[in-house]
Structure formats: structure tokens, C-alpha cells
């Protein structure tokens, strides 16, 4: 009996499509091996030939069972006209045709208690929670109300941090409401509490969060495990609201949440009920096809941003990804070629032996800035406005081979010394978790002498607060050398300016959601290296993780 793997791309992924195992599932059962779901085995199979590893299986089970109660249980207790009022005074009218989703997205957020935000670069999923989080202290009146917020990543809760605190500055109010909006986050690992050697965590269901409110950004990282466990240790009264791109990535680990229950890949639309609701409440209208009464209550909990405040309509790069998305190729191949956008550019992947050459000039210029600078908050900032991304760590055009190629460059130019393991401006990233350091996989550092120890070299790391840690160099967890990293590890990460390389032929890793992901960390420009018809055939491949998790939301 063969397996189909449902995740091709992560270790650990517990769960099959495995048709013919039904033929055997008497016997299997009778020997105490596989069960029904409800079953206590170590392994469960479901009624759609999936085969899960029974922790997986519970993992999607509280999950679902988790989302499906905050869906169904209504916040009675909103003030309307106290909302009406704040939801006016924070999103300007737009014009008639047009819908406001995010204020679509902050009245969900205010009445409900789960809510996914999801849309592309540049929508204004962080910054609306400024919004969000005044509506909701404005809703509790005097009394106090304990909000969380977090990220899976330690850049990921700065970058959350940051929006938040821009994201207030700018609110139509007064001082003293700004400053009741909460900024502080964390990682999901530190907000939970980790346990030292453990894969528990100090908040579960039976120590639950003391928080009311919960946001976590960049959801599309977080994998099915964590999720589950995040929401066992939320009480069932808080709410829980979730950014992402649902178009991004899933997690390297199992599952794709976020894909699943945003029901990416199918049209969506909110009830006859809610859309009468939210006009009555705001005067405007949502402009969607109404989905009758039959369908799940979750779709009311889901809002898509469309609009693009950082890109333009000129912007080659928000062409771009939507192209990539809806998997035009002809589009996509089209705008990259015709020059007609200045932010984006193609070039044939150079050859092996060429390829060093190729890029020496782009290499010495990112780099030297930061290799020149002295004060370490200003180096970080310079090495995080550029990032070589790649589809595979192995090959001639894989992270291993690209970083290795940097240190040449810079040492040719006398800029670094590699030949020490610990040398200046060495970026380093984690890649195994510290619970006792505090230092988790993705998070980024950089090699630098620190003056108070004499000038003897730290691994220096920015924390949420965007403060600088530092730690001895041999402290560290498991790491790598990070001038380039794999599209999936810059996920949560932004640049001003990506050069992505393809590899030079067809890899299953090379999907649609990859592509779209890496042209999606920069902000201002991005070069894509390839071959045509190997970049034609990846915006042509989906990841696909079917799971029971979409179809206990959305059909159960």
C-alpha cells in the first residue's frame, strides 16, 4: 500500500491520503492499530481516507472545535451607537461603489469573537489593528481590558509593534485614547510560556491566558500544533483575530492553517443576515454576492483586503502578484519582460560559473553600507534593506552555495575575514528553538564587537521592543550564515529591495505560493533570476494540503 503525502515539503506532517487503506480497515482495527476519529489509537483514519498520527488528529479536532465555538457564540454586550460612532469617525467615507473592507474587517473584529484578516503587501492588515484596538477599548468604557498581541516570530512581533504604534499616531482621537492602545508584542512562544526541554507550555486549557482580546500576525506561519495549543489556553469568551495572507506560504511544519479556514481557492461572501446588519450599523453597503443562510457561520468572520496602499496602480510589483496569483502565466512572463515597470525586473539565471560574476556588483553594494557602519542599531537597519532569496538550500542556485559565494565576494574586497567561524558582520539564523534563550527558528542576528566586553565579539539580536540582545557566540542554538535564505525563512521578514533565484530546473518545492511569497518581502524592487520555463511551470503548480480542518469549518 502506497501513501500519497499530503505535505511534501515539512517534516513531521502526520497525516495521509491513503485510499486503500480502507480494504483494511477491519483488520487494522481489530489489531488495535488505526481507529475511527473519537478513537484513541495511534492512528486514527476519517471517513476521506485520511490517515493522521493520532496527535494530529487532535490537534485539527480542538482546533475546529475551538473556531466553530467562538464562531457561534455572539458578543451581546456591543455598544451600537458608541460603534457606529467610532467606526465613522476612523474610516472615512469612501465612495458609493466602493467597500471599505477594512472597516468591514474592524467591525467583524468588534462584534464578533474570531475574525481572520487576510490580504496581500500593503493592504493594512497591522495598521488596522490600531483601529481595531480603539474600537474595542472604547467598547469596555473605564474598565480595563487585557490584550495580547503576537507573532510567530520575534522580527514578525516587532514588525506587528511597529505598524501598531504608526498605525495609532494617525488615528482622528485624542491623546489620551492613543496612549490606552495597547504596542507590546511577543512571540506565540514566549506569550504561551515555553517549558524548558518540552513541547508544552505554561498556558493551556487548564492555565488559560488572563487576556480578553488576542492578535496574532503573519498567521500563515503558524503551524497546525501551535495554533491548536494557542487556542486551548485562550479562554472561550476572549476574541481571537488572525492576520495573514492566505496567498502566502503555509508553515514549513504541518498543516496550512490559514489557507483552510479562509477557504482559500473558493469564492467568498457574507450572509443576507450580516450584510443587513452591518448597513443598518454603518450606512454602507458590502459589495459581495450574498451567500445564503445555509452557509457556515464562519464565513462572516472572514475578510479579504483588496486594496493596496503601498503599491499603486503603476506598481509593477502589485501587477505582478496578482498575475502570479490567479496563474496567468502569459501575464505574468508579459509584465516581468515589456520594461514598463520600474520596480521589478527579470534576467536569464547566468550559468554556474558565471554566476559569482554576475553578481559581485549587486553583492558589494548591498553590502559594504552595513559592513562599513559602527553603531549596531544602524547596521541592523542596513542589512535588513536587501535579501538574496532562493526556492532550495542545496545546488548550484541553493541558499548553501549563494551564501558561500557572498563571503567570497566580501572577502575579495576585504570587507570580511570568514576564515574564522565568528567574524564582523556575520549574519547568522537560527534555526532550531531556545527556550532558555529565548532565541527562535527564523530569528535573525548579526556578529558584531561590543564595546562593553572590551570589544570582544556578540551575537547581537533585535527583540520585539526593538531592542538589541546579545549573547556569546557558542550559547547560540543550532545556526546559519544568512546573506541568503530560502523563501520560506524570509516569511514574516520585509525588504526595500529582493533579488530572487529560481532554480535552473523544474523542483516540486517551486510553487505558485513560493513565487508569490518571495516577489512579496519587497517593498520597493524586486529581480527575479530564472529560466522561463521553469518560472512558467512553478506559477503553474499550487501547493495543495488538503485537510480536515477546511472541511470541518466550512462543511461540517
Known amino acids: 500500500m502506497e501513501g500519497k503525502p499530503l505535505f511534501t515539503d515539512g517534516p513531521g506532517t502526520g497525516v495521509f491520503v491513503c485510499p486503500e487503506l480502507e480494504a483494511w480497515r477491519k483488520v487494522l482495527e481489530a489489531k488495535g492499530v488505526v481507529g475511527r476519529p473519537g478513537d484513541y489509537r495511534p492512528l486514527i483514519l476519517d471517513d476521506r481516507s485520511r490517515l493522521y498520527l493520532y496527535r494530529y488528529w487532535e490537534y485539527e479536532k480542538r482546533l475546529a472545535d475551538d473556531i466553530r465555538g467562538r464562531v457561534a457564540r455572539e458578543i451581546d454586550e456591543i455598544d451600537v451607537p458608541l460603534l457606529k460612532d467610532g467606526l465613522s469617525r476612523l ?296 535579501r538574496i532569496l532562493c526556492a532550495l538550500r542545496k545546488g548550484s542556485f541553493g541558499v548553501s552555495a549563494l551564501n558561500s559565494l557572498v563571503e567570497r565576494v566580501l572577502k575579495m574586497e576585504k570587507l570580511i575575514n570568514p576564515d574564522r567561524p565568528w567574524y564582523r558582520g556575520r549574519p547568522l539564523l537560527i534555526t532550531r528553538n531556545d527556550y532558555n534563550l529565548e532565541l527562535f527558528n527564523g530569528d535573525i542576528g548579526i556578529i558584531l564587537p561590543d564595546p562593553a566586553s572590551g570589544h570582544d565579539l556578540r551575537a547581537f539580536f533585535m527583540s520585539a521592543n526593538g531592542l538589541l540582545r546579545k549573547f556569546l557566540p557558542a550559547r547560540l542554538p543550532e545556526h546559519e550564515t544568512t546573506y541568503a535564505m530560502t523563501v520560506h525563512k524570509s516569511q514574516g521578514s520585509e525588504f526595500d529591495s529582493v533579488l530572487l533565484i529560481l532554480p535552473d530546473r523544474h523542483s516540486p518545492v517551486l510553487t505558485r505560493e513560493l513565487i508569490y511569497t518571495g516577489i512579496t518581502r519587497a517593498r520597493q524592487n524586486v529581480e527575479i533570476w530564472g529560466a522561463e520555463d521553469v518560472f512558467v511551470k512553478g506559477i503553474g503548480r499550487r501547493t495543495l494540503r488538503a485537510s480536515g480542518l477546511r472541511d470541518a469549518l466550512w462543511e461540517g
Open 91 to 386: 474610516f472615512a467615507k469612501t465612495q458609493e461603489a466602493e467597500t471599505d473592507w477594512q472597516k468591514v474587517a474592524a467591525y467583524v473584529s468588534v462584534t464578533k469573537r474570531f475574525c481572520v484578516i487576510s490580504g496581500g503587501p500593503g493592504t493594512g492588515k497591522s495598521t488596522v489593528i490600531a483601529k481595531v484596538l480603539g474600537l474595542i477599548l472604547e467598547q469596555a468604557g473605564d474598565r480595563e481590558i487585557r490584550i495580547a498581541l503576537a507573532a510567530p516570530t520575534g522580527k514578525a512581533a516587532a514588525r506587528l509593534q511597529e505598524a501598531i504604534q504608526k498605525g495609532k499616531k494617525m488615528l482622528p482621537a485624542e491623546d489620551d485614547f492613543k496612549e490606552a492602545i495597547i504596542t507590546e508584542a511577543s512571540t506565540i512562544h514566549r506569550l504561551l510560556g515555553t517549558v524548558a526541554g518540552s513541547p508544552y507550555f505554561r498556558h493551556n486549557a487548564e492555565n488559560p491566558l488572563p487576556v480578553e482580546v488576542v492578535v496574532i500576525d503573519e498567521a500563515s506561519m503558524v503551524d497546525l500544533a501551535l495554533l491548536s495549543k494557542l487556542v486551548q489556553a485562550i479562554p472561550a469568551d476572549a476574541r481571537l483575530i488572525l492576520l495573514g495572507d492566505r496567498d502566502q506560504l503555509a508553515s514549513v511544519e504541518a498543516g496550512a492553517v490559514l489557507g483552510d479556514i479562509c477557504n482559500t481557492g473558493h469564492m467568498q461572501g457574507f450572509s443576507q443576515e450580516f450584510r443587513k446588519t452591518y448597513s443598518k450599523v454603518t450606512g454602507d453597503r458590502i459589495d459581495t454576492m450574498p451567500k445564503g443562510s445555509s452557509e457556515p457561520k464562519i464565513q462572516d468572520c472572514v475578510v479579504q483586503l483588496e486594496k493596496s496602499y503601498r503599491f499603486g496602480k503603476d506598481s509593477g510589483i502589485h501587477a505582478l502578484c496578482r498575475a502570479v496569483n490567479e496563474g496567468d502565466t502569459d501575464s505574468t512572463t508579459g509584465i516581468l519582460k515589456n520594461g514598463e515597470y520600474n520596480d521589478i525586473k527579470w534576467k536569464v539565471l547566468p550559468p554556474p560559473d558565471v554566476l559569482e560574476r554576475a553578481l559581485r556588483e549587486t553583492v558589494i553594494e548591498w553590502h559594504k553600507p552595513y559592513l562599513k557602519a559602527e553603531d549596531p542599531l544602524k547596521i541592523f537597519h542596513l542589512f535588513e534593506r536587501f
